[in-house]
């Protein structure tokens, strides 16, 4: 009984972070043993909005994904008694993204590059 108490416990600290990275997420499909610390999801869509919205605030976006696919999503939990600083492993088997250059980066490095000959042609003079 304690066993599946704190299965559900863990599940449900974990769901509110994989429900925000992953599309339609839903913790029935994940299929865990948390007594080794271990977890697997299958055939998921991430939450390409989040990750956009997240990416443009630590850089410049100079791309833009418009799908992320993941085939088989493994978590390893290394720690349960210090669970907040001990790492948890993520292994993604495999990824069918699909990004396209931002409008924004492209706009703007032509932009640059129309300001660096305008420049040239001026030092020339």
Same mark, same amino acid.
């Given at each position: 009984?304690?066993?599946? *108490? @704190? +299965?559900?416990?863990?599940?449900? #600290?974990? !769901?509110?972070?994989?429900? !925000?990275i992953?599309?339609? #997420?839903?913790?029935e499909r994940?299929?865990?043993?948390?007594?080794n610390?271990?977890? +697997? *999801?299958?055939? $998921?869509?991430?939450?390409?909005?989040?990750?956009?919205?997240?990416?443009?605030?630590?850089?410049?976006?100079?791309?833009?994904?418009?799908? *992320?696919?993941v085939?088989?999503?493994?978590?390893?939990?290394?720690?349960?008694?210090?669970?907040?600083?001990?790492?948890? $492993?993520?292994? $993604?088997? $495999? @990824?069918?993204?699909? @990004?396209?250059?931002?409008?924004?980066?492209?706009?703007?490095?032509?932009?640059?590059?129309?300001?660096s !000959?305008?420049?040239? +042609?001026?030092?020339?003079?």
């Amino acid at each position: 009984r304690r066993i599946i *108490i @704190m +299965e559900q416990f863990l599940l449900g #600290f974990f !769901t509110e972070q994989l429900s !925000t990275i992953i599309k339609d #997420f839903r913790k029935e499909r994940v299929n865990a043993n948390l007594l080794n610390g271990k977890g +697997e *999801i299958s055939n $998921v869509e991430l939450n390409v909005e989040y990750l956009n919205t997240h990416l443009s605030k630590i850089q410049a976006a100079k791309f833009e994904f418009h799908s *992320i696919h993941v085939n088989t999503l493994n978590l390893h939990v290394t720690s349960f008694a210090n669970i907040k600083k001990s790492p948890v $492993v993520i292994h $993604v088997d $495999v @990824m069918d993204i699909h @990004m396209v250059e931002t409008l924004n980066y492209h706009t703007a490095t032509a932009a640059d590059a129309a300001a660096s !000959t305008v420049e040239k +042609e001026k030092e020339k003079e």
